[in-house]
């Protein structure tokens, strides 16, 4: 059986470059989209340096201009001190994503820059948060404050559930994603897994995974949070991430075939809330085809240049088997049918 959806949208993917792209380039990357169902991903800001001017996303933007198969926008960064720049940006990115719990790239801040930077952000765009825990108390304080709107990245535990849950009860304008990892995974498979089941935030319990997909409903989106490090770093230094983009899909797609999800959810939380929260341009031209086949899992379904996944040896449902971007088809069989620098570099639909 084959089964057509929209182009995917992810707006939670970590390209790498510049500056790191041994572990992912624009075009390894958007490549791993594809083989996913993605259309349109939203590249993070944490690069070696982290995107914070607009002279440092210009030069991001034109060396993805090169590369991209598919439509790719951005982020922006900060760490309170180039306020100055968010004039300068505001129309051109999908976000400002800041960080509040150390990981990849060091960038984090404190209450103080975070009061700041609310205060100087007048764009229209989300602010998205890198924020575990309690420290969502002080984020819920200052939402409440500013009124800024807010998207809550990788929800990983009941408390996070439960916290994020009454700040929307209370009227508040936050949203919030969860990844395939802390929805797939426990901590109960890093004894198996090792560093390659390190993220941030860290897998939590089982108790905890069974509250987040009990209460689904309070989730806006799935973010694959792409987040590849080579096989030798892992080993070495062991640094924070999974890749995800070639996975996130057939993983949703083996919950429908197990009656946990329908694939009008996964449009939901893959494509239209994504395409509504964050102002992404959509075509009705652009869509997928998925064999709803059974398969297993190996490295020869990955098109991420690190080569691992998490999830090898899993039995899941569902292969892309071709992606059609604005009537023109760009990928079949595993296939890239167009060449890198054929995607776009898109900025937020404007009312
Ligand atoms: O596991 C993670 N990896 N979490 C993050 O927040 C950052 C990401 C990365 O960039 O490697
Ligand atoms: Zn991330």
Not at 155 to 161: D, I, N, R
Not at 225 to 253: C, M, S
Request: charged fraction near 30%; hydrophobic fraction near 35%; aromatic fraction near 8%.
């Amino acid at each position: 059986m084959k089964i057509t959806l929209p182009g995917l949208i992810d707006v939670h993917t970590h390209m790498r470059t510049p500056g790191q792209s041994h572990k992912e380039d624009f075009y390894t990357g958007t490549t791993a989209a594809l083989n996913g169902g993605f259309t349109t991903i939203i590249d993070m800001p944490n690069n070696t340096v982290p995107i914070t001017t607009k002279k440092l996303l210009r030069e991001k933007m034109d060396i993805a201009k090169k590369q991209t198969v598919v439509d790719i926008g951005f982020h922006f960064g900060s760490l309170g001190n180039n306020l100055e720049e968010f004039k300068k940006v505001q129309e051109k990115i999908f976000g400002l994503k800041l960080y509040l719990n150390q990981t990849t790239g060091g960038f984090i801040i404190g209450k103080k820059e975070l009061t700041k930077i609310y205060e100087a952000w007048e764009g229209t765009q989300p602010i998205l948060l890198h924020a575990e825990e309690d420290v969502l108390d002080m984020v819920s304080e200052i939402v409440k404050k500013t009124k800024k709107k807010t998207h809550i990245c990788h929800v990983s535990s009941k408390l996070e559930l439960t916290k994020i849950a009454k700040a929307k009860e209370r009227g508040l304008p936050v949203t919030c994603g969860i990844t395939p990892h802390h929805l797939f995974l426990t901590n109960n498979q890093e004894k198996k897994l090792g560093v390659y089941a390190k993220m941030k935030p860290y897998l939590k319990s089982k108790k905890d995974v069974d509250f987040i997909w009990e209460n689904l409903g309070y989730i806006d989106l799935i973010e694959s949070d792409h987040a590849p490090h080579t096989i030798e770093e892992k080993e070495t230094e062991a640094p924070f991430g999974v890749p995800g983009l070639d996975t996130t899909l057939p993983l949703l797609l083996t919950e429908v075939e197990n009656g946990k999800l329908t694939v009008d959810e996964v449009i939901q939380l893959c494509h239209t809330n994504p395409s509504i929260i964050f102002n992404v341009p959509t075509s009705k031209k652009t869509f997928v085809e998925v064999s709803m086949e059974e398969y297993l899992l190996t490295k020869r379904d990955l098109k991420t240049k690190v080569g691992w996944s998490p999830f090898e040896g899993r039995r899941v449902i569902g292969k892309v088997k071709s992606v059609v971007i604005r009537d023109k088809k760009v990928f079949e069989n595993g296939k890239v049918l167009i060449k890198p620098g054929e995607g776009r570099v898109i900025y937020p639909k404007r009312d």
